[in-house]
């Protein structure tokens, strides 16, 4: 068969040579506009998985211009440009793509995307609506949306998402945890615990789900649990402050004043400018009776935060054990007018 091929292909070219002068050549172009609009949209989508957004972008700009019904090269030039923050671009490539697709999902779903990322909420809600309208298996599209609602404090209409979203995907992590958070506002802190230990359960690398399983158990009072949880999360993330920090309000109200202490001074090694960690020391120390600890940490916390409502209640407190009575009739002054009613209290109650 190799030689057969070899052959036919010198027959042609002998029957060529006998149509045109020796000066005369001849081009065979096997490519086409749309070969290479092809071309270049692969390499677009090669250079949009390297996370080399802007070579994407002028790749799938080669691709339209090629080929200007090319609806994946709009919606691939619109994800790059969403990654690199040119929002209007973004939005302008894929109301092409719905043009050309008004009835599939995933427009709807990343116009939605663009909209969040841009800080068009509402805008984003109506779509991920609209996207989970034309594809009912889509659970992020009901996810997102119930997060758009829990932001504006719906937490009712919040859950209703949420629940879609989970009857969709029976093992959607996030959904379990933002659920949690949407009971948990709504005071309903068993279906909260529910919630967190399943989306741990799920993902066991979710430190921020940890966390918020550790806050509901410690409002249910179960202090060791809590601490566990909050443990849980700084394995994950040891740089984790928020959880640290809650870990140590779970001591503290335990009674573990120098645990608390501990993971407070964590804290403030991993950021020196977290005033909760300061105001959180200064509480404990006034548990454990040193006043002049307490003071200097409350003030820490003022000066970070002037508006610091509780580290003035807090200095006031230690300040009136130091015999600065003045000093600490201010401060609770100055915390009632910071909204602490228990300033104003101590104030009408101690200072003349």
Same mark, same amino acid.
């Given at each position: =068969?190799? $030689?057969?091929?070899?052959?036919?292909?010198?027959?042609?070219? =002998?029957?060529?040579?006998?149509?045109?002068?020796?000066?005369?050549?001849?081009?065979?172009?096997?490519?086409?506009?749309?070969?290479?609009?092809? $071309?270049?949209?692969?390499?677009?989508?090669?250079?949009?998985?390297?996370?080399?957004?802007?070579?994407?972008?002028?790749?799938?700009?080669?691709?339209?211009?090629?080929?200007?019904?090319?609806?994946?090269?709009?919606?691939?030039? #619109?994800?790059?440009?969403?990654?690199?923050?040119?929002?209007?671009?973004?939005?302008?490539?894929?109301?092409?793509?719905?043009?050309?697709?008004?009835?599939?999902?995933?427009?709807?779903?990343?116009?939605?995307?663009?909209?969040?990322?841009?800080?068009?909420?509402?805008?984003?809600?109506?779509?991920?609506?609209?996207?989970?309208?034309?594809?009912?298996?889509?659970?992020?599209?009901?996810?997102?949306?119930?997060?758009?609602?829990?932001?504006?404090?719906?937490?009712?209409?919040?859950? $209703?998402?949420?629940?879609?979203?989970?009857?969709?995907?029976?093992?959607?992590?996030?959904?379990?945890?933002?659920?949690?958070?949407?009971?948990?506002?709504?005071?309903?802190?068993?279906?909260?615990?529910?919630?967190?230990?399943?989306?741990?359960?799920?993902?066991?690398?979710?430190?921020?789900?940890?966390?918020?399983?550790?806050?509901?158990?410690?409002? $249910?009072?179960?202090?060791?649990?809590?601490?566990?949880?909050?443990? =849980?999360?700084?394995?994950?993330?040891?740089?984790?402050?928020?959880?640290?920090?809650?870990?140590?309000?779970?001591?503290?109200?335990?009674?573990?004043?120098?645990?608390?202490?501990?993971?407070?001074? #964590?804290?403030?090694?991993?950021?020196?400018?977290?005033?909760?960690?300061?105001?959180?020391?200064?509480?404990?120390?006034?548990?454990?009776?040193?006043?002049?600890?307490?003071?200097?940490?409350?003030?820490?916390?003022?000066?970070?935060?002037?508006?610091?409502?509780?580290?003035?209640?807090?200095?006031?407190?230690?300040?009136?054990?130091?015999?600065?009575?003045?000093?600490?009739?201010?401060?609770?002054?100055?915390?009632?007018?910071?909204?602490?009613?228990?300033?104003?209290?101590?104030?009408?109650?101690?200072?003349?």
């Amino acid at each position: =068969m190799l $030689k057969i091929i070899v052959f036919t292909v010198t027959i042609i070219f =002998m029957v060529l040579s006998k149509a045109f002068s020796q000066s005369d050549t001849i081009r065979i172009d096997a490519t086409t506009p749309a070969l290479e609009a092809e $071309k270049a949209y692969n390499q677009g989508t090669e250079a949009l998985g390297k996370k080399d957004f802007n070579s994407a972008i002028i790749f799938f700009n080669k691709a339209i211009e090629l080929k200007p019904d090319f609806d994946n090269a709009w919606f691939n030039r #619109s994800t790059a440009k969403l990654e690199i923050k040119d929002y209007a671009g973004a939005l302008e490539d894929v109301n092409k793509y719905i043009e050309f697709h008004p009835n599939i999902d995933q427009g709807y779903y990343h116009r939605a995307q663009i909209n969040y990322s841009s800080s068009k909420k509402d805008i984003a809600f109506e779509d991920f609506k609209k996207s989970a309208e034309l594809n009912p298996a889509n659970a992020k599209a009901h996810y997102y949306a119930g997060g758009i609602l829990f932001e504006k404090s719906e937490f009712q209409e919040a859950l $209703k998402e949420f629940n879609k979203a989970l009857i969709i995907d029976e093992e959607y992590a996030y959904a379990y945890n933002d659920r949690g958070s949407a009971y948990k506002q709504l005071n309903d802190y068993d279906h909260a615990i529910a919630d967190y230990k399943k989306a741990v359960q799920l993902n066991n690398k979710m430190a921020f789900a940890y966390n918020n399983l550790g806050t509901a158990l410690r409002h $249910k009072e179960k202090y060791d649990e809590a601490i566990e949880s909050f443990s =849980m999360a700084v394995e994950v993330n040891p740089k984790y402050v928020l959880a640290l920090n809650n870990r140590g309000a779970a001591k503290h109200d335990k009674g573990d004043y120098k645990g608390a202490i501990s993971d407070f001074e #964590s804290c403030i090694k991993i950021n020196p400018k977290y005033a909760y960690a300061y105001n959180n020391l200064a509480s404990s120390y006034i548990k454990l009776k040193d006043f002049k600890k307490a003071s200097e940490n409350a003030s820490k916390a003022i000066d970070l935060d002037a508006k610091y409502a509780q580290a003035y209640l807090n200095r006031g407190i230690a300040k009136e054990m130091l015999r600065d009575e003045k000093g600490a009739c201010q401060d609770w002054a100055k915390a009632g007018e910071l909204g602490i009613k228990t300033g104003n209290t101590y104030a009408n109650r101690d200072c003349k």
